[in-house]
């Protein structure tokens, strides 16, 4: 059988087998011949003290023992071309993990999403960069992959569900994800990678007979006596289906308008918004492993900050080390930011979400927009932005401590920001509570990080698609929409996950359910 064991290492000792092998061997007083393998289970970094350590969770397999490894296979999908059909909408991690599940359970999905494929989206992506277009159906959080395609692929969760995690991280290395992340304490998969994970998922749904329509809107729900009939696509096709997944993320306002003006039950929800601040990578390098040079043996910093000013909470959101700022607006006549890192994450800047949390009353300017209040809060901050940057994807930014000082900066460095950036006093694109809370915020956050409070650090703004604006309400057994029999409002949109792996699973979940009403019948 093989052994069990907890180990604490430098950097370095941690890539070399040789050393482990004897560590091990003289860990368990035997002679280092008995050590047949040590295999790496889990690896996490410790950087609390001036040295850091790698904390490794290793399995040591002794000689004459058979080294057994872990295989990770594809589920048994099955031939569901004939199968009854779901529609589900959106082609994000929740909609393609509901595919997938509802496969394994022998049901036909039809994915419905108004992007392209991820080959088609490129261009999408080149154009807003380079020529400050938006198209509304194509862009960063559009197109199959949702908006996680173009990302970091930070791939954790605070979901406590470990089991549930584990699968989806299986699944992921099942279509070609590297099995590192099934051990790394933090693992990230990085843009490059993603979009062939996601047209492999794509092929096999096609290949068991399910099908992917790209480029096809969903424009109405089609609902009868309380359940639902299907969908109306943006060319006037019905797609008919009693069981509807509806998993079109947190940034389809038309979806949240519909249901609005069908009077189907949605709730405004609380978020979080702010800023997307950019540091040089060797600042938070040296911040996080108090060192000048992080060597070759660790990763590039990430960090976490979270801190309670003026009774609300500030914290980093989907910080991407090594990476890049994106221009994320999913209409003409908006700015919005998110970030992306290669899964090298060997870009020469750091940048992190800096977000406030909200609560519904922050809204009562919108109240006349009843659920959509938090919505349209959102699209004004969104929409200002780009009227004080001059209408074009530019970015309104400024140094960080510029902004703390309320003064507009005499120059801002080129950034990672491809579209450009435009001097701005941050404080006009936001309402005067935020404004005071992030100008407090940054100089606490450079009193527990020492050197962030920086003026070599540029901020964009806003950051502002951090969860769903909207919850669309469901039966927590069923999982269907409380008023709609056969609806499953799901993922990011619908105010159930936050982030690629939460979707995912939050995916499966639905399909679960819709597979069992069927099943039941
Ligand atoms: P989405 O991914 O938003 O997918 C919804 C899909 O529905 C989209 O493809 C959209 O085109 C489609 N759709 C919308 N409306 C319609 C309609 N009317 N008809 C048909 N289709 C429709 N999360 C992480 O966990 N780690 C990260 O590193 C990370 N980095 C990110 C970086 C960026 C740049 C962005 C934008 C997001 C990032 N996120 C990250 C967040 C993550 O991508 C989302 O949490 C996740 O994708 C949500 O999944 P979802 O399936 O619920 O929705």
């Known amino acids: 059988m093989p052994k069990e064991l907890l180990i604490q290492v430098s950097p ?101 999403e108004r992007g392209k494929d991820v080959r088609g989206r490129r261009r999408d992506l080149k154009s807003i960069n380079r020529d400050h277009i938006v198209n509304p159906d194509s862009n960063y959080c559009f197109g199959e992959g949702g908006a996680g395609t173009y990302s970091d692929g930070k791939l954790y969760t605070r979901s406590k569900k470990r089991g549930d995690v584990d699968r989806i991280l299986k699944l992921l290395v099942a279509f070609g994800a590297t099995p590192d992340i099934l051990v790394e304490a933090h693992p990230h998969i990085g843009t490059n990678k993603l979009p062939k994970i996601i047209e492999d998922i794509r092929e096999k749904i096609i290949e068991c007979g399910g099908k992917v329509l790209f480029d096809t809107r969903v424009d109405d729900i089609l609902v009868k006596n309380g359940k639902v009939q299907g969908i109306v696509t943006q060319n006037g096709d019905v797609i008919e289906a009693d069981k ?132 349209e809060f959102q699209k004004s901050i969104e929409q200002r932005a780009f009227h004080l940057a001059g209408e074009t994807q530019k970015v309104p930014a400024q140094r960080m401590v510029d902004f703390s000082q309320s003064r507009v900066s005499s120059d801002i460095p080129k950034t990672s920001y491809v579209p450009g950036t435009e001097s701005v006093e941050l404080g006009q694109v936001f309402p005067g509570f935020l404004t005071q809370i992030m100008r407090e915020g940054f100089r606490e956050f450079g009193q527990s990080m020492k050197g962030y409070f920086t003026n070599e650090a540029i901020l964009h703004a806003p950051e502002s698609r951090t969860s769903s604006p909207v919850r669309i309400p469901r039966d927590p057994e069923t999982l269907e929409h409380i008023e709609i029999e056969g609806l499953y409002p799901c993922g990011e949109g619908a105010g159930y996950a936050g982030g690629i792996i939460s979707a995912a699973i939050d995916g499966e979940k639905c399909a679960i359910k819709a597979a069992e009403s069927i099943f039941r019948k």
């Open 12 to 112: 370095e000792q941690a890539t070399q087998n040789a050393f482990l092998k004897e560590h091990v061997a003289k860990l368990l007083r035997t002679s280092v011949k008995e050590i047949l393998h040590v295999n790496i289970l889990k690896r996490s970094i410790d950087a609390r003290q001036r040295s850091i350590k790698i904390n490794l969770k290793l399995e040591v397999f002794f000689a004459g023992e058979p080294i057994t490894e872990q295989k990770i296979d594809l589920p048994d999908y099955r031939d569901v071309s004939n199968a009854q059909e779901v529609i589900v909408v959106g082609a994000g991690p929740a909609g393609l993990f509901a595919a997938l599940q509802l496969i394994e359970l022998g049901l036909k999905p039809i994915v419905v």
């Open 244 to 375: 509807i997944i509806l998993a079109t993320g947190h940034s389809a306002r038309d979806i949240f308008e519909l249901l609005h003006k069908r009077k189907i039950a949605i709730e405004a929800k609380p978020f979080a918004l702010g800023v997307r601040a950019e540091h040089p990578q060797q600042l938070i390098d040296q911040i996080q492993y108090s060192c000048d040079y992080r060597g070759e043996f660790l990763p590039p910093a990430p960090y976490s900050i979270v801190k309670q000013v003026g009774g609300r909470g500030m914290y980093s959101f989907c910080m991407c080390p090594g990476g890049v700022i994106a221009p994320c607006a999913t209409s003409p006549g908006e700015v919005v930011t998110n970030g992306w890192s290669p899964s090298k994450r060997d870009q020469v800047t750091a940048n992190s979400g800096i977000v406030v949390e909200l609560r519904l009353e922050d809204f009562k300017a919108f109240s006349k927009f009843g659920p959509l209040a938090g919505m």
